[in-house]
C-alpha cells in the first residue's frame, strides 16, 4: 500500500495540536500514533488540550499526557473545567477557547474527535476544530464505545506492537477512575488497533484508524 509522510522531510519536527473532550479520549483515539510520530520525528512539540475534567480525572490526565509525551521536545498541557456531557449547552464558552488555540499558533497537525460520534461532547469539539482550523491538516480519531460509531476510516498510522502495548498500558496505569467500566480493558483498545492493523496490512499487525476529511497532495 502507497504510504505518505508528514512534515517537510523524514525526520523533520512537528507542531501538533491534540484535542480531547474528556481526561482519556486523546489517548484512546491517538496515543499510539502521538508515540509513532514522536519517535519518528524528534523535536517535535505538542500541545495537548482536555476540555472536561473533574479534580480526580484532571490529575489523570496530567500524569498520563506526561508519560505519552516523554518523546516531545515540548509540550504544553491544558486541562479545563466544562461540564462533562454538556458541551452543545456550553457551545460559547468552549467556543472562546477555540480562538485562544487559534492565536496560539499554526499546528502542522490537528488530532481531534470525528464528527460523526454520537457523544454530544465529542460532535462538539469537532465541529469548533474545522471551524477554527480551517487551512490544517485535521484527521478525526475514533472512541470505540456502546454506541458502535466508530464507522470505518480512511486514514490509518500503523503502529508498532511495542507501541500498542504501551499505549494500553499506560491507558490502564493512569486511569483508576475507568477501570470498573466494563469496557475499558487492554482487550478493548488493543482489539481495535489489531482490527485497523488488519485492514491498513500494517506490518506488525497493529495500527490506528483516522477520519481525513480533506487532504491535499
Not at 31 to 38: R, W
Not at 79 to 97: L, M, N, S, Y
Not at 195 to 215: D, M, N, T, V, W
Request: overall charge negative; some cysteine; glycine content about 8%.
Amino acid at each position: 500500500m502507497l504510504t505518505l509522510s508528514l512534515g517537510r522531510g523524514p525526520g523533520t519536527p512537528l507542531d501538533i495540536l491534540c484535542l480531547g473532550a474528556h481526561s482519556d479520549d486523546v489517548e484512546i483515539g491517538c496515543g499510539g500514533t502521538l508515540l509513532t510520530l514522536l519517535e519518528r520525528h524528534p523535536g517535535s512539540s505538542v500541545h495537548w488540550v482536555v476540555f472536561a475534567a473533574d479534580d480526580v480525572r484532571a490529575a489523570e490526565a496530567r500524569d498520563s499526557a506526561a508519560d505519552f509525551l516523554h518523546g516531545a521536545a515540548r509540550s504544553r498541557i491544558d486541562v479545563h473545567t466544562f461540564r462533562d456531557g454538556f458541551f452543545p449547552a456550553q457551545f460559547t464558552e468552549i467556543k472562546q477557547c477555540f480562538e485562544a488555540l487559534k492565536r496560539s499558533g499554526q499546528p502542522d497537525l490537528v488530532l481531534t474527535h470525528h464528527r460523526e460520534d454520537r457523544h454530544q461532547d465529542h460532535r462538539t469539539l469537532a465541529d469548533l476544530t474545522w471551524n477554527s482550523f480551517r487551512n490544517h491538516l485535521v484527521l478525526e480519531y475514533e472512541i470505540p464505545k456502546y454506541d458502535g460509531d466508530t464507522g470505518n476510516p480512511n486514514l490509518y498510522v500503523p503502529l508498532t506492537r511495542a507501541a500498542a502495548e504501551r499505549k494500553a498500558g499506560l491507558l490502564m496505569q493512569h486511569f483508576g477512575s475507568q477501570r470498573a467500566r466494563s469496557w475499558f480493558t487492554p482487550e478493548t483498545f488493543l482489539g481495535l488497533m489489531r482490527l485497523r492493523g488488519i485492514q491498513s496490512a500494517a506490518p506488525e499487525g497493529y495500527a490506528e484508524g483516522f477520519h481525513a476529511c480533506k487532504l491535499c497532495l
